[in-house]
Each structure stands twice: as C-alpha cells, then as structure tokens.
C-alpha cells in the first residue's frame, strides 16, 4: 500500500529540500564501494596486523578476502543495566558468522553513560555530546576497513543515534543494530513517581526513596518507561536497521539469544560478497527517516529525537526540519500509551500487539511508508509480525495479533487515544521550542501566567524548599541550551513540577535545556532556540512578564510590547562553574562547535 497523500507530500518536501546533500552523499557512498571497502586495498603489512590474533584458516580466508568479515561495534559495560547484557553478544555472534561462513571481529567499544546516574549531577552536561564521541568512536573502529558489515551494540539515549551517525558515515557498508532488550518489570513508574514526590515533599526518607527507586530499576535490560531508551529501540524497527519483532524481547532468554544469533547472520548474507547486498547509506533514506517521525508521534515518543533524528538524518544527507516533524504529528495518530503517558511500562506494550501491531496498523491506514529497504529485505510489512521461538531454537514469526492484547495501552487505528502525534513545535517571539503533549491532559495545554526566571534547575528547586513558588507561573530555566553547558536534561524540575500542578498551581515550563522522553504531566516548552547564551529573546525575559504557552495553537509568546522586549538588554550568566570538572574542560571545542537544537545539535562541521 502506498502512502497516504499528506505523508508522502510532506516526504516530497523533505526529498526536494535534500537533493543535493543526498546526490552529495550517495556519490561518496559508491566511491567508497569501488575503490574502499575491501581488504584487498590493504598492504600485506596491514592485513598481518588486522587478523594478528584469527586462526590460520581465517589468517586464509581474510587474505583471500573470500569471506565476509562482521565488524561488531559494542557499547557493553557492566554499569549500565541496559548495556551490561552485551558481554554475551559478541561470542554468539562469532558463532554464528562461523555457522554462515563468516568471520566477525570485535571492531572497537563506544562509551554508554546512563542519563539515570549522571540526572542532575555535572557528568550530565557530557551527555548530549556524548552522542558525538559516539559516533567518532565507532568511524575509529571500523576505519580500519577490514569490515564487509557491521552490527551495532547499543540501546539507551545518546548511543544509537550516536552508533546510527557513523554507521551512515560508513555508508557503504550493511549495519545491523541488535538490541539487547528492557528490563522485566519491576515496582510500576506510577508508584516509584508517587515516593519521589513524598521524598520532595519531606513526607518520606532517603531509605524509601532508594529502596523504591531499586525495586523499579532491578536488573539487566532498559528502563521499562518510555524514554529515548526505549524510543531508540522503536526506530530502529520501524526504519529496517533491526531484523523483524527483535526490540523488545526481554535479555537473558532463549529468544534473546537466537535473534541476536540470527542478525548476525543477516549482515552477513547482505554484504557485496552476496547477491543482496544492502549497504546503509542507500537503505536509508527520505522514506525510512519520515517512518522514524512517524513512529515517534504514534508512540509518543521521547523528545530527545527531535534533535536526533535531524542529526542521524543528516548524516544521510538529508535535511530533515522540525517543521517537518510538527507536520507529521498532525497526520499521525497516538496509539500507545506507555508510562508516562500511561500507567503501562513498554512490557506491557509488547505483549498487547507491541510494534508489529502498531506497525500493522500504520502501514494498513497509508500512514507509513510500505516501499523501503530493510535489513531484511525489499517493504516494510515483514515487520508486521511477532517474534517467538521456534522448537529447534531459531526464530519463527507469526502475523501480528488482529487485535490489540489491551486496548488501554496499545490502540487500533480507529480507536487512537487522539488524533493527533505526541509532539509539537510551538513559535513565537521567544524562538522556537518543542512540547510533549500525549501526557499532558487537554486542559493544561494552555497557560497564561507570569514568570519566575531562573538560570538553573538548583534555583527553582531552591525556590521549591524555600516556599516561594506560590500561585501560578511559567518557571523559565536559560541557560541550559548546547553552547551554555552542553544541554544537559532537567529531570529535577519534573517531581517538583509535578507537585505544584498537583496542589491545584497551574504551572509550566521554558527552557532552551531538554526534558527527554521521560517528560510528563506538566506543559513544558523545551530545546528553545536560540538558546540564551546566543542572545535568544528567552535572555530577556523578567519575572513577572506574561507568558502565554498554548500548545493547541502552537504558540510560545512573551506578552510584552515588541519594542519594549527588543530594547531589553539580554541577561548575562556566570557559567565558569559548568566549564570544568568530571571532564568538561575537555569538552570546551564542543561547546564553542556545537549548532542549535533545531539543526540537531551536532559539533560535526557537516550537521
């Protein structure tokens, strides 16, 4: 089925709007085919170092270059939960490239930070750009161009798009990205939120909160919520880079194992050695990126994407906007809802119907475009399916369920929680900024209040203790954009946020920082730009201006007479303190390269 008018009209655009830098890219994608990606370009010298340590059968085989040889990118490490399941994968991968008469080799490891231990402490300001040594990390391994395919290791927040980013520098090659799956359920968000309130409030100790917060974070796997981790793992199906149904089954499982076995074999069979060869760069284009946005809304997704997806889409060559992805929202429909736009943890999504439902549904209603390439072959309805084990330990799919499991958490087109996606780009004469509204119930989308400015999250928070935040306000928090202190995530703001709303306040939130996917219930006008330190209009608010956030309309305005705010010298922040410590003085270059939030935020000089 082709897709329907809007989708593909507005996919037009971005194809019209791309067509030099894609021409650009493609070109540089078959240059690398022909004369790059062999190991027959290498020296004897070269070679001798790059398969020192395979056997003597391999040391042949690689020479001859008559076998292909996987690249295994890894983010594995043992701190993080979502992660630590990878230190398994690559000897079941080399099994299985050995069972298809493949070679693979650990190519190099990328750095996997949690969002979740650095929240609110220095580290997080390294988190945006993270995504950026990611990427770079990954072009060291495979730059070595002993590879045919690559497979990346990779879950959480920064480290896709980051992995996604080289892989489409590496264009030439096939990549395959296997996941290592969420955690099982533990304590449900609702209640862990619940003690996180009462511990902001003074009404429960340090021993409750942790013990709450251990219960809900208790073993390997992602977060259950729906954040950029889980969110990752959703466009990484619905743009074709995992094999069908492997996003979210659950690590340390029979199934777990065969899909990751499976994969590799998959990159194997789709090198330039075979008879499918499916290298990334042209695998991915204006189509698969417009399926990513449109997965994103009909999930509500994390809002982190909307700088990712800008920055991974161009790496393609692809000019992909937010107005593009404001567009797309009103086309497409909210279909799940998973904490915190639910009470469902993305278990409880999978085992209602989980993506190959959704999937299904989307491609049945045109919303989705059927005629890509994937990993697995020519369209995207393959994707359509569920995953389950089969009796000889391989993976078997079946269509996915006619129904959904649980019409609470996973919906029918025809029974959409609304009509419309769970993000929008709001404009005015602050800038531009984006909201998540699948959380946000109809009647807080729109505030009028005045400002309490401050120019970190420590100060409202300081404000919250002191007893000071009374009535109704829009909190303004500057200073938080890329340039200022790299972007950091301003989740400290969510609890007591949360609370006021709860005490009958209407409140809101401005900030050129980011929210991610784990913002909830409170309007929050996020990733504004241009940011304060670049003199954005947010410098030169005051408390008590009259902001009016209305997020049916679109619209983010100071209500300040225009010649009055223009005249208003921008305020001034001292930001020594965010410029060393925990490794920020060695981030100083990507502070100063970094560009906006609404061009993906990327240090590259190419983004």
């Not at 619209?555 to 705010?565: H, R, Y």
Request: proline share 5%; aromatic share 6%.
């Amino acid at each position: 089925m082709t897709a329907r008018r809007d989708i593909e009209a507005i996919t037009e655009r971005i194809r019209q709007r791309s067509k030099a830098g894609r021409e650009a890219y493609l070109g540089r994608i078959a240059e690398a085919s022909g004369h790059t990606a062999n190991r027959a370009v290498l020296s004897c010298g070269n070679l001798a170092h790059g398969f020192a340590v395979c056997s003597p059968s391999e040391k042949v085989a690689l020479g001859g270059d008559r076998v292909p040889n996987l690249g295994i990118i890894t983010s594995y490490n043992d701190m993080l939960s979502a992660h630590q399941p990878f230190e398994t994968f690559p000897a079941l991968i080399k099994d299985a490239a050995r069972e298809a008469g493949g070679i693979a080799q650990v190519a190099g490891g990328v750095p996997a930070m949690c969002d979740g231990v650095t929240q609110g402490q220095p580290g997080m300001e390294l988190s945006l750009f993270s995504r950026d040594v990611i990427a770079m990390a990954a072009a060291i391994g495979l730059s070595h161009n002993m590879f045919d395919a690559a497979v990346f290791l990779g879950v959480c927040d920064k480290i896709v798009p980051g992995l996604v980013i080289a892989a489409l520098t590496f264009g030439h090659l096939p990549a395959v990205f296997i996941p290592a799956g969420p955690m099982t359920s533990g304590l449900p968000n609702d209640e862990k939120a619940k003690v996180r309130q009462l511990y902001a409030e003074g009404k429960a100790g340090r021993a409750e909160l942790l013990e709450a917060e251990s219960k809900s974070y208790h073993g390997p796997g992602t977060c259950t919520f729906y954040g950029t981790a889980n969110s990752n793992q959703m466009l990484m199906e619905i743009m074709g880079l995992h094999t069908p149904g492997a996003s979210f089954v659950n690590p340390g499982t029979p199934l777990r194992d065969a899909l990751t076995k499976e994969a590799a074999k998959r990159a194997l069979a789709i090198t330039a050695l075979g008879n499918a060869y499916t290298p990334v760069g042209r695998m991915i284009d204006e189509r698969s990126i417009v399926n990513g946005v449109v997965g994103l809304h009909a999930t509500g997704g994390s809002t982190n994407h909307t700088i990712h997806l800008i920055a991974m889409a161009a790496a393609a060559g692809i000019a992909l906007t937010w107005q593009d992805i404001s567009d797309l929202s009103e086309a497409v429909p909210l279909l799940a809802r998973v904490y915190p736009n639910g009470l469902a943890d993305v278990n409880h999504f999978h085992a209602a119907g989980g993506l190959g439902f959704l999937i299904r549904e989307l491609l049945d209603e045109g919303i989705l475009h059927e005629d890509v390439q994937t990993v697995w072959g020519e369209g995207l309805r393959p994707y359509a399916v569920e995953a389950r084990l089969g009796a000889d330990g391989s993976v078997v799919r079946e269509a996915a369920p006619p129904e959904s499991g649980d019409e609470k958490v996973l919906a029918p087109f025809k029974k959409a929680f609304q009509p419309t996606g769970g993000l929008k780009v709001l404009a005015g004469n602050l800038g531009h900024a984006v909201i998540k509204t699948s959380a946000v119930k109809p009647e807080r989308r729109v505030i009028e209040a005045p400002a309490r400015v401050f120019d970190s999250q420590q100060g409202l928070n300081d404000a919250f203790k002191a007893g000071t935040l009374t009535g109704d306000f829009v909190a303004v928090i500057r200073f938080q954009g890329p340039r200022a202190n790299g972007m950091p995530e301003l989740h400290k703001l969510t609890t007591v946020l949360g609370i006021l709303q709860d005490r009958g306040q209407r409140v809101a939130l401005v900030t050129d920082g980011r929210m991610s996917g784990a913002s909830g219930k409170v309007p929050a006008a996020i990733h504004v730009t241009p940011e304060a330190v670049e003199d954005g209009p947010i410098a030169r608010i005051h408390d008590g201006d009259i902001i009016r956030l209305d997020a049916d309309a679109g619209t983010l305005e100071v209500l300040v007479p225009g010649t009055e705010f223009a005249l208003r010298r921008t305020a001034d922040a001292d930001l020594i303190g965010n410029e060393y410590g925990f490794g920020r003085e060695l981030f100083a270059g990507f502070r100063q390269l970094v560009g906006r939030a609404d061009h993906g935020a990327a240090a590259f000089a190419n983004a």
